[in-house]
Each structure stands twice: as structure tokens, then as C-alpha cells.
């Protein structure tokens, strides 16, 4: 994966997958977690990142998937677990291929190994109500973009320290 800690924090190269099926978003959250996010995960060296979205929804949901759009390139600047990290992550609009019946807003399981996360499908309507990471999704879900949208997101109030 395409990481690397350095004495300020860490960088990561992430992909991540927006799945909407009948006016359902799905996402995930780690069991320790207190917020919500996209599935999706680290690009792998040489993986392109539409590859590496598709082989995250296999692995966390085996399932398979296709690439629709790439909807934004973030870089991102923020705090998780009391490090540092700066992010470049590419959003693309996925589709199921074989579409799962959905249960809306009912937990469940993802089949990874060594990694405890919890699935949910939840109305678009209600995205507001949910503490999503990054936070420009909340606002940016029910509103997807024609082409792909940069964007700089900073939550460390100084990037420089």
C-alpha cells in the first residue's frame, strides 16, 4: 500500500468507492470509530486507483464492481487518532454488479479478515444525519459533480507546524 510515516504524520494514497442504489448510499466505519466513511482503502504500488477501489469492495464485501466515474480528487489535511495525515484520494461513482437486496440503515458485517469494519445502506435523504468523513460528502453526495472535482480540505489548523 502507499503509505509512509514520517516524524510530522502520514501520507496515505486512497481510493474510495460511492455506491448508490436505489436512493441508498453505502457506507462503513471502523467497530472503534464514532464516525461513518466511503468504503474504499489504500492504493496498492503499481495499482492504478480505479483497480484499487475495485479490489476494496471485493475484499471488505465480495463483492464485484464496476467503475463508473471518477467524481473528485481530494488532497486532504487531518487528524486521526491523535496523528497527522495528509491524504490524496480519488472518489469514483461504482456500481454493483450483481445488486444486493438492501436493508436501509440495518448494520452489517464485512467479510476482511484482521479488520473489523461495519456496512450500512443509508438513504441518500438522510446523509446529514450522519457523522461522514471527510465532511464535504455530506453536502457533495446529493450532489454529484458532471467531471471530476478537485479539492483541498484542511481540518489541521496549521499544516506547517
Known amino acids: 500500500m502507499i503509505c509512509f510515516d514520517s516524524e510530522k504524520g502520514r501520507f496515505n494514497f486512497r481510493s474510495a468507492a460511492v455506491v448508490i442504489q436505489n436512493d441508498h448510499i453505502l457506507i462503513h466505519r471502523a467497530v472503534k470509530d464514532d464516525f461513518w466513511a466511503l468504503p474504499g482503502g489504500r492504493v496498492e504500488l503499481f495499482e492504478t486507483s480505479e483497480d484499487a477501489v475495485k479490489r476494496e469492495i471485493a475484499e471488505e464485501i465480495g463483492a464485484k464492481c464496476v467503475v463508473q466515474r471518477q467524481l473528485w480528487q481530494v488532497e486532504s489535511f487531518f487528524e486521526y487518532n491523535s ?6 484520494g480519488n472518489y469514483y461513482l461504482v456500481s454493483l454488479i ?14 476482511e479478515e484482521d479488520v473489523h469494519l461495519i456496512f ?16 464535504f460528502l455530506i453536502e457533495k453526495l446529493t450532489d454529484l459533480p458532471e467531471s471530476i472535482e478537485p479539492l483541498i480540505i ?5 499544516c506547517n507546524e
Open 98 to 111: 450483481d445488486q444486493p437486496a438492501i436493508e436501509s440503515e440495518i448494520d452489517f458485517k464485512g467479510i
Open 154 to 158: 484542511n481540518e489541521i489548523e496549521s
Open 83 to 88: 496523528k497527522r495525515f495528509h491524504e490524496l
Open 120 to 135: 450500512r445502506w443509508i438513504p441518500l435523504s438522510k446523509v446529514s444525519q450522519y457523522k461522514l468523513k471527510p465532511e
